[in-house]
């Protein structure tokens, strides 16, 4: 009795010090879901318009590109902050240029189109490839623009300083211009679309299609809010877009060859006149895209620019909605952020770094040396695997249990042979 008393309590001895209990899983900790407000939005009247464009499949690695909360398709704001006007825009996004921080949006990441705020993506490719005094020639494949649409009034064999031609874009929003920029700097306006798509996905502007230098609209041209204010952070880095930004009123030369007389342009883009501290900006508008507009303003230290898509002019302009929306940019805390502008190359860069080893195998111990079995099986008992010492203690257990029973029974023929001999 006692041997098999001393062999369960060596067994449940065993058990208790020797074999771990499995350490209870961290508390899973769920993440509040992002939350959005349906956008602001004022009446707007209704208007006949081409059948809207068929967007593409929303990418999620390209909708939370600047932060998660930028993913949501209605309005992103801080914490507490005031609500931002009612729009008639689809969709914009205010931010500031110096940090990137973007300060708040209505389905910043939502497809739309462009119209003549792509511009900006042509400015931000040519203008560092260009000399602002180089002349060219106009030739008839740079005026083939849309009948109707907006033009500085190129002529066919005119001279032309490349700094006039940037004038005529910025201010005039000439059509020409830009055909002839982009053929100037990549060799042909196709070429040039090219190289805007390319400069687009450097900046990080992974929603953004060109299909025409100007933004005529065409099958499969999109962009966002969101790249939108990249472009426009790229133009306003460059010191000649923001002194061509900020010009109210630029002469075209008068052309002798041709005997046609020089002209004056104007600046469309009311901001400059009518808002203090005003940075410039683009305006835009197609019975497709309706009224969109790029503006940027600095007051009290801050630059804020702000980008907005698919808006119509009535009850509101599209500019004076910009300037709303600026006005309660200024308003929030300069610490205010619902996510941030990336830098340029930041997205390839990122894509190129070798992925991270395995945590698994990062911290993989070194092989120990061969010990034998029995070696191996005292060294694992040692690190508490509880997977060797149950097996071991039940063997213990038995071993000792045998080894108390073979004794007493020993014992007890001992006794009964002394008996006999006596």
């Known amino acids: 009795m006692r041997a098999r008393v001393l062999a369960v309590a060596t067994a449940v001895t065993l058990l208790v010090t020797g074999a771990p209990v499995p350490a209870q899983g961290a508390p899973v900790v769920t993440a509040a879901p992002v939350t959005t407000a349906p956008c602001p939005r004022l009446p707007a009247p209704k208007v006949s318009r081409p059948p809207r464009p068929v967007p593409p499949e929303p990418v999620p690695d390209q909708q939370v590109v600047g932060g998660d909360a930028l993913a949501a398709p ?8 005031a609500a931002p006007p009612a729009v008639t825009a689809t969709t914009w996004l205010v931010a500031d240029l110096d940090s990137g921080a973007v300060l708040g949006a209505c389905g910043p990441h939502v497809y739309g189109t462009p119209a003549s705020t792509q511009k900006l993506l042509l400015a931000a490719t040519m203008l560092s490839r260009l000399d602002p005094k180089q002349v060219a020639v106009a030739t008839r494949a740079d005026l083939d623009i849309e009948p109707g649409s907006s ?10 300083a490349v700094e006039t031609l940037w004038l005529g874009l910025l201010l005039q929003s000439g059509n020409d211009a830009a055909n002839m ?33 100007s933004g005529l609209d065409g099958p499969g041209q999109f962009t966002s809010a969101y790249d939108l204010a990249l472009i426009a952070r790229a133009c306003f880095a460059d010191e000649r877009f923001r002194r061509y930004a900020l010009t109210e009123r630029a002469q075209i030369p008068a052309q002798p060859a041709l005997k046609k007389g020089g002209f004056q342009i104007q600046n469309e883009n009311q901001l400059i006149y009518r808002y203090p501290g005003a940075l410039g900006g683009k305006t835009g508008f197609t019975e497709l895209a309706r009224h969109s507009y790029v503006g940027a303003a600095q007051r009290g230290g801050r630059r ?16 004076q909605q910009g300037a709303q929306l600026l006005d309660w940019g200024f308003s929030l805390p300069r610490d205010a952020s619902v996510g941030r502008l990336v830098e340029p190359g930041e997205l390839d860069a990122a894509k190129a770094e070798p992925a991270p080893a395995p945590a698994a195998a990062a911290a993989r111990p070194e092989p120990s040396p061969w010990r034998g079995p ?25 071993v000792v249990g045998g080894t108390a029973a073979v004794l007493a029974a020993r014992r007890g023929r001992s006794r009964r042979a002394g008996r006999r001999r006596a």
């Open 74 to 81: 209605g309005l992103v704001a801080p914490p507490g902050s």
């Open 151 to 160: 033009a500085v009034g190129l002529l066919v064999g005119g001279r032309y």
């Open 181 to 213: 920029l982009a053929r100037l700097g990549a060799g042909n306006a196709r070429a040039g679309v090219t190289e805007m798509n390319a400069e687009a996905r450097r900046l990080g502007a992974r929603q953004t299609h060109a299909v025409t230098p």
């Open 304 to 319: 804020l620019v702000v980008t907005l898509l698919g808006a119509e002019a009535r009850p509101v302009r599209g500019w």
């Open 374 to 398: 029995a070696g191996t099986a005292l060294r694992r008992v040692a690190d508490g695997d509880w997977r060797v010492i149950v097996p071991l203690a039940g063997l213990l257990a038995l």
